[in-house]
């Protein structure tokens, strides 16, 4: 018994001996920063551990033996790696390094708030579509970035000419004045130029477009009240590119772009080309263009320079010329006669320069300088009258970025200026200069927990010296919580204001006839407050990827600048704007799915009557299925959903539904394309009328939809890349 006994104690002391323990701590591979709630598993034992705020964790009771390991984080490439036990020394940490998987995470480095950090470290929150979807949407509608904004979330586009196809942008509702649409942080279509700017911006040469919803004054001045969005150009990389694209369509619209791109040691270029063209089209017969008559030309080059490892700049040039002539479809074609006189062209060229210079001070500073001159020219020419002006507009820059690993400071001054001048009749002079001098501050006071402040303060001087309307003081503050690896959540807001301007939707929509000028001694700059509030969920359920974003805004703007006659005043009363927006996105292996909703609610409170703002709906849904074979084939088919909105004639448009469908065959250097737009033609020319009176002198209603109907593109991509 005895004997017994001891060979027990003995087989037990044996088995306790050979448990062992793992303790690693996971970090980030490129920041090295700890990762709260990584896993560990041994799958052939069933253990496993999460890390604490720390980044460690222990595995116990781990016998001798050869054990596989894998370590997850949501965002990041699993890790497998064979451990032998026992070890050495059990009381060491490994360190156990994973790699970010930028397609699901999205890290990528935004340029919008001049910050040098990722995205998913802002406290700002800022949405990106990256080169993958430019290059799926621009294969949509690759004569401009019209479609790509309005399948966007929370962003749409309101046509504002009926037979001139001209638009603008709309975040959360508000109208396009209160956006500021920028190229590469520049704002190349301000005031008078941004008319027509959606309609003229061809998607090949963007490698990411970044949207900030909500005030975004304090970072880019007056105008930012709904927003802004901005357009970040492609630069030139260690393989030399070359890419065509020769699109069709059933509208007998023609495409035609190239884009090529080289870098040496001291220098680099890209250069940008692009011809578009389509005839007048009228699916609906009534004799009037849904889509105008479009001729258009641009290139854009641009000259990099590498002068050192520290210091760095570029140089590019924008030029566009368009004819773009709608309204009676026999006028449009040259058979004008007594009967079809009605027409509607607008000529414009548009030239400005971009300059960016940069330079290191030390690995935690560094300044910038940039700078944009642009040249607007627009005529617009009808039967019984014509608007012909132009409009030479700056914007200079000068910042300096201080960078912590805890902390990082931005500040800098700016100055715009805007002159506008008629070259015909009118009488519509405009002329403002604005100076603002801006500083940031992100504090990472924790893993869990980031803070962003920021300080602007702008001086204006418009055309008229009997009363300046001086500062404005504009904070912003903003939030950003990292709960654990799944949940994030920021909220923030600021103050914005808008600089009164005769160049907005009202006054395009009279085709500036007979418009007068702003009398600043009699008007008040538009002011706004507003915030948001959204929480994010990021996880994977077995292998599908879910990402989950709620969010919840609301926009104050007071004595808004309403078209009186043919004077612009203040309104007696405010806009608000308050709703949410819910996106939701599904990833398992190649399939992906796509839904976004946005509910806007924006209300006028004029005269201490509450009133519906039109052209305004309330529900905006688009949802994207899409099955993609990386470098291979891609097909997709989207649906979007408006629902009815108040017209400014008092009555209520229809709601409706379009579906689009997409087949890409990619090859090495070649990718073929099928796309069709409005699938069940849905046109509001199919429900409603959108003219009064008759064909020679037609009066134009609201458009709340789309006019083209059914519209089939294909084409060809063409990819040529040097590794040399």
């Given at each position: 018994?005895?004997?017994?006994?001891?060979?027990?104690?003995?087989?037990?002391?044996?088995?306790?001996?050979?448990?062992?323990?793992?303790?690693?701590?996971?970090?980030?591979?490129?920041?090295?920063?700890?990762?709260?709630?990584?896993?560990?598993?041994?799958?052939?034992?069933?253990?496993?551990?999460?890390?604490?705020?720390?980044?460690?964790?222990?595995?116990?009771?781990?016998?001798?033996?050869?054990?596989?390991?894998?370590?997850?984080?949501?965002?990041?490439?699993?890790?497998?790696?064979?451990?032998?036990?026992?070890?050495?020394?059990?009381?060491?940490?490994?360190?156990?390094?994973?790699?970010?998987?930028?397609?699901?995470?999205?890290?990528?480095?935004?340029?919008?708030?001049?910050?040098?950090?990722?995205?998913?470290?802002?406290?700002?929150?800022?949405?990106?579509?990256?080169?993958?979807?430019?290059?799926?949407?621009?294969?949509?509608?690759?004569?401009?970035?019209?479609?790509?904004?309005?399948?966007?979330?929370?962003?749409?586009?309101?046509?504002?000419?009926?037979?001139?196809?001209?638009?603008?942008?709309?975040?959360?509702?508000?109208?396009?004045?209160?956006?500021?649409?920028?190229?590469?942080?520049?704002?190349?279509?301000?005031?008078?130029?941004?008319?027509?700017?959606?309609?003229?911006?061809?998607?090949?040469?963007?490698?990411?477009?970044?949207?900030?919803?909500?005030?975004?004054?304090?970072?880019?001045?007056?105008?930012?009240?709904?927003?802004?969005?901005?357009?970040?150009?492609?630069?030139?990389?260690?393989?030399?590119?070359?890419?065509?694209?020769?699109?069709?369509?059933?509208?007998?619209?023609?495409?035609?772009?190239?884009?090529?791109?080289?870098?040496?040691k001291k220098a680099g270029t890209t250069v940008f080309g692009s011809y578009n063209f389509n005839p007048p089209y009228d699916p609906a017969n009534i004799g009037l263009t849904a889509i105008p008559k479009?001729?258009?030309?641009?290139?854009?080059?641009?000259?990099?320079?590498?002068?050192?490892?520290k210091t760095s700049a570029w140089f590019g040039v924008n030029n566009t010329y368009e004819d773009r002539n709608g309204g009676d479809v026999n006028v449009a074609e040259g058979k004008a006669d007594s009967?079809?006189?009605?027409?509607?062209?607008?000529?414009?060229?548009?030239?400005?320069?971009?300059?960016?210079?940069?330079?290191?001070?030390?690995?935690?500073?560094?300044?910038?300088?940039?700078?944009?001159?642009?040249?607007?020219?627009?005529?617009?020419?009808?039967?019984?009258?014509?608007?012909?002006?132009?409009?030479?507009?700056?914007?200079?820059?000068?910042?300096?970025?201080?960078?912590?690993?805890?902390?990082?400071?931005?500040?800098?001054?700016?100055?715009?200026?805007?002159?506008?001048?008629?070259?015909?009749?009118?009488?519509?002079?405009?002329?403002?200069?604005?100076?603002?001098?801006?500083?940031?501050?992100?504090?990472?006071?924790?893993?869990?927990?980031?803070?962003?402040?920021?300080?602007?303060?702008?001086?204006?001087?418009?055309?008229?010296?009997?009363?300046?309307?001086?500062?404005?003081?504009?904070?912003?503050?903003?939030?950003?919580?990292?709960?654990?690896?799944?949940?994030?959540?920021?909220?923030?807001?600021?103050?914005?204001?808008?600089?009164?301007?005769?160049?907005?939707?009202?006054?395009?929509?009279?085709?500036?006839?007979?418009?007068?000028?702003?009398?600043?001694?009699?008007?008040?700059?538009?002011?706004?407050?507003?915030?948001?509030?959204?929480?994010?969920?990021?996880?994977?359920?077995?292998?599908?990827?879910?990402?989950?974003?709620?969010?919840?805004?609301?926009?104050?703007?007071?004595?808004?600048?309403?078209?009186?006659?043919?004077?612009?005043?203040?309104?007696?009363?405010?806009?608000?704007?308050?709703?949410?927006?819910?996106?939701?996105?599904?990833?398992?292996?190649?399939?992906?799915?796509?839904?976004?909703?946005?509910?806007?609610?924006?209300?006028?409170?004029?005269?201490?009557?509450?009133?519906?703002?039109?052209?305004?709906?309330?529900?905006?849904?688009?949802?994207?299925?899409?099955?993609?074979?990386?470098?291979?084939?891609?097909?997709?088919?989207?649906?979007?959903?408006?629902?009815?909105?108040?017209?400014?004639?008092?009555?209520?448009?229809?709601?409706?539904?379009?579906?689009?469908?997409?087949?890409?065959?990619?090859?090495?250097?070649?990718?073929?394309?099928?796309?069709?737009?409005?699938?069940?033609?849905?046109?509001?020319?199919?429900?409603?009328?959108?003219?009064?009176?008759?064909?020679?002198?037609?009066?134009?209603?609201?458009?709340?939809?789309?006019?083209?109907?059914?519209?089939?593109?294909?084409?060809?991509?063409?990819?040529?890349?040097?590794?040399?």
């Open positions: 018994m005895k004997k017994i006994i001891i060979v027990m104690c003995l087989l037990i002391s044996t088995i306790t001996f050979a448990q062992n323990n793992f303790r690693a701590i996971i970090k980030d591979e490129k920041t090295k920063e700890v990762l709260q709630s990584a896993t560990a598993n041994i799958k052939k034992l069933n253990l496993n551990s999460t890390s604490n705020e720390k980044g460690e964790l222990t595995i116990t009771d781990i016998p001798d033996g050869e054990f596989e390991i894998e370590f997850r984080f949501i965002g990041y490439e699993d890790y497998k790696k064979v451990f032998k036990f026992p070890f050495a020394d059990t009381t060491e940490f490994i360190e156990i390094a994973l790699e970010s998987n930028a397609a699901e995470l999205g890290e990528v480095t935004v340029q919008t708030t001049r910050s040098s950090r990722s995205i998913q470290d802002i406290p700002t929150r800022i949405e990106f579509l990256p080169q993958e979807e430019l290059d799926e949407k621009g294969t949509m509608e690759p004569g401009d970035i019209k479609m790509l904004l309005n399948e966007t979330t929370g962003i749409s586009t309101q046509q504002t000419s009926v037979v001139s196809g001209t638009a603008n942008l709309r975040i959360q509702g508000l109208d396009g004045r209160y956006t500021q649409l920028l190229k590469d942080g520049m704002p190349l279509y301000n005031s008078f130029s941004g008319g027509l700017s959606i309609m003229q911006i061809p998607p090949l040469d963007l490698k990411q477009v970044e949207f900030i919803k909500g005030s975004a004054s304090t970072l880019y001045g007056g105008g930012a009240i709904a927003g802004l969005v901005n357009l970040i150009s492609k630069t030139p990389q260690e393989k030399r590119e070359l890419d065509f694209l020769i699109n069709g369509t059933s509208a007998k619209g023609f495409d035609g772009s190239v884009f090529y791109s080289q870098k040496w479009t001729n258009r030309f641009s290139i854009n080059p641009k000259l990099f320079l590498y002068f050192s490892n009967i079809h006189q009605y027409f509607e062209r607008n000529k414009t060229f548009r030239f400005s320069t971009q300059l960016s210079f940069t330079h290191e001070i030390n690995k935690a500073s560094k300044i910038n300088f940039k700078n944009s001159i642009g040249f607007f020219d627009r005529k617009l020419l009808m039967p019984s009258y014509s608007f012909h002006g132009n409009e030479v507009s700056s914007f200079s820059e000068f910042n300096y970025v201080h960078t912590k690993e805890r902390s990082e400071w931005i500040a800098g001054l700016n100055e715009w200026t805007d002159d506008f001048k008629p070259l015909d009749t009118s009488t519509l002079y405009y002329h403002l200069t604005t100076v603002g001098a801006f500083v940031q501050n992100t504090f990472k006071a924790a893993n869990w927990f980031s803070l962003e402040s920021g300080l602007r303060i702008d001086y204006n001087s418009p055309q008229t010296k009997d009363k300046l309307h001086g500062f404005f003081i504009l904070p912003r503050i903003n939030v950003l919580f990292k709960f654990n690896e799944h949940f994030t959540s920021r909220i923030g807001g600021g103050l914005g204001y808008k600089m009164p301007s005769p160049f907005n939707e009202d006054a395009e929509e009279r085709d500036y006839e007979n418009i007068q000028p702003i009398m600043f001694e009699n008007t008040q700059a538009e002011k706004s407050y507003g915030g948001n509030a959204d929480i994010n969920f990021r996880g994977k359920v077995d292998e599908v990827l879910i990402s989950i974003n709620q969010l919840f805004f609301y926009t104050y703007l007071n004595h808004p600048l309403v078209l009186q006659g043919n004077s612009f005043i203040n309104a007696n009363g405010f806009i608000n704007t308050k709703g949410t927006e819910t996106n939701m996105k599904l990833g398992w292996n190649d399939l992906n799915f796509y839904l976004g909703y946005t509910f806007a609610d924006v209300r006028q409170h004029f005269n201490g009557q509450n009133v519906w703002q039109p052209l305004a709906p309330k529900s905006h849904l688009n949802a994207d299925l899409t099955y993609e074979k990386e470098n291979s084939f891609r097909c997709g088919i989207e649906g979007f959903y408006v629902s009815e909105q108040r017209l400014s004639d008092g009555t209520t448009g229809k709601n409706y539904f379009i579906f689009g469908l997409l087949i890409q065959k990619m090859w090495r250097h070649l990718s073929a394309y099928v796309n069709a737009e409005d699938l069940t033609d849905r046109r509001q020319t199919r429900w409603d009328t959108i003219y009064t009176g008759t064909i020679t002198n037609p009066m134009f209603r609201d458009i709340y939809a789309p006019l083209e109907g059914i519209v089939v593109n294909a084409g060809v991509k063409i990819k040529l890349q040097n590794n040399k």
